[in-house]
């Protein structure tokens, strides 16, 4: 078992007290009500424009899906047709 040693700089070091209640420091680490209602409206605020921008961004992302929906339509349609071309410029010379 451990046993308990006194050291020799510590050996008759006075404590004074600097008026804090014995919590150690001063008051100026805390902080009131108002800053905290202050500093949770403004988180607010950020979060808010953080759910825009990101409403505006899935906007954005569903628009250029659409839109290249549309383009691979066109593609796949006009593919189609060519290839169908093809097979039949092939059955008619060389059928």
């Given at each position: ?78 593919t189609g047709i060519a290839v169908i071309g093809l097979i039949f410029t092939y059955l008619k010379f060389f059928a």
């Open positions: 078992m451990a046993e308990v040693k006194e050291l020799e700089q510590y050996r008759n070091k006075r404590v004074y007290d600097n008026g804090s209640g014995g919590g150690g420091g001063s008051m100026d680490n805390f902080v009131t009500q108002k800053d905290l209602e202050a500093l949770e409206s403004k988180f607010n605020n950020k979060f808010d424009l953080h759910e825009k921008n990101l409403e505006i961004l899935f906007l954005k992302e569903r628009e250029f899906h659409r839109k290249n929906k549309v383009e691979s339509i066109k593609w796949i349609v006009g």
